[in-house]
């Protein structure tokens, strides 16, 4: 069992920064897939960003591309996702998803994901 707890959400003002951490407790998750999403209300919970579990590369949804970046500090067994130029439509939950490997592990799937945090909200007004 892996548990993970998501932090560091809050209302920011469009441009803004935020850093969100996810620490997982149970499991090292050095060899485990991590990947970042979020729900806004009314709508399905999207893929936003993951981190292979084979090689810790990183992939990202489109409409974060070159504004977010997930990282790992395996000696803290915790991942972040750093956020900049942060716009409205960034608001939402956004949880950390932990899964062990497994082969053709589809990174962008919620339901490819085992263990899942609380979520921490993230609001950008304009």
Same mark, same amino acid.
């Given at each position: 069992q892996v548990q993970l707890v998501e932090s560091g959400g809050g209302l920011v003002q469009a441009g803004d920064s935020l850093r969100?951490?996810?620490?997982? !407790?149970? *499991?090292?998750?050095?060899?485990? /897939?991590?990947?970042?999403?979020? @729900?806004?209300?009314?709508?399905?919970?999207?893929?936003v960003a993951a981190s292979r579990w084979s090689d810790a590369t990183t992939?990202?949804?489109?409409?974060?591309?070159?504004?977010?970046?997930? !990282? *790992?500090?395996? /000696?803290?067994?915790?991942?972040?996702?750093h956020m900049n130029s942060l716009k409205p439509e960034d608001t939402?939950?956004?949880?950390c998803a932990a899964s062990a490997p497994a082969s053709n592990f589809q990174y962008s *799937?919620?339901?490819?994901?085992?263990?899942?945090? @609380?979520?921490? @909200?993230?609001?950008?007004?304009?």
């Open positions: 969100l951490s996810c620490v997982a !407790s149970g *499991r090292t998750i050095s060899s485990y /897939a991590m990947g970042w999403f979020r @729900q806004a209300p009314g709508k399905e919970r999207e893929f992939i990202y949804a489109d409409s974060v591309k070159g504004r977010f970046t997930i !990282s *790992r500090d395996n /000696a803290k067994n915790t991942v972040y996702l939402a939950v956004f949880y *799937r919620p339901s490819a994901y085992a263990y899942w945090g @609380q979520g921490t @909200q993230v609001t950008v007004s304009s």
